[in-house]
């Protein structure tokens, strides 16, 4: 099933999104069903007032253009660093100071406490800092010994 709708930006660098009837919807944004673990899979696109307008079952059933579009805008408002390894930390009470090594550079943060080291599914973490910055463990045991010996302290 091929997805109904185009997708194309204003003057102001913002998506909108004609419909198959052929209404123009300005200003949507795509917003993921399961971020984690199924981040290009089912994507609402929704309008300023958060109506849905469009759905996307996955990205692969997009063209090359409107899909390309999907994704610049997801990673202009996403910022979810992957954590792939542990550093060190300040202390194992907290709140507590954390090196991490993530996809996107070394980084230090504040962890609160470890209700801020929340489970999703059976490997994987989701980590929040004092900013509100969320970064993600995609899988626990894939992680280094070292790592692992620190996570396992909060957990």
Known sequence: MKTEFTLSRDAFGKLNLVDAAGELHENVSPVRAFPIQAPLSGISLVNTDGKEVGWIDSLDQLSAANAALVREELQSREFMPEI????????????????????????????????????????????????????????????????????????
């Open 84 to 155: 792939s390894r542990i550093i060190a930390v300040t202390s194992f009470a907290t709140p507590c100071t954390w090196t991490v090594e993530t996809n996107r550079g070394a980084t230090d943060f504040v962890l609160r406490g470890e209700e801020d080291i929340r489970r999703i599914g059976t490997d994987a973490l989701l980590v929040s800092d004092t900013h509100g910055i969320h970064f993600l463990i995609r899988n626990q045991f894939e992680l280094d010994k070292h790592s692992k010996k620190i996570l396992d302290r909060f957990l």
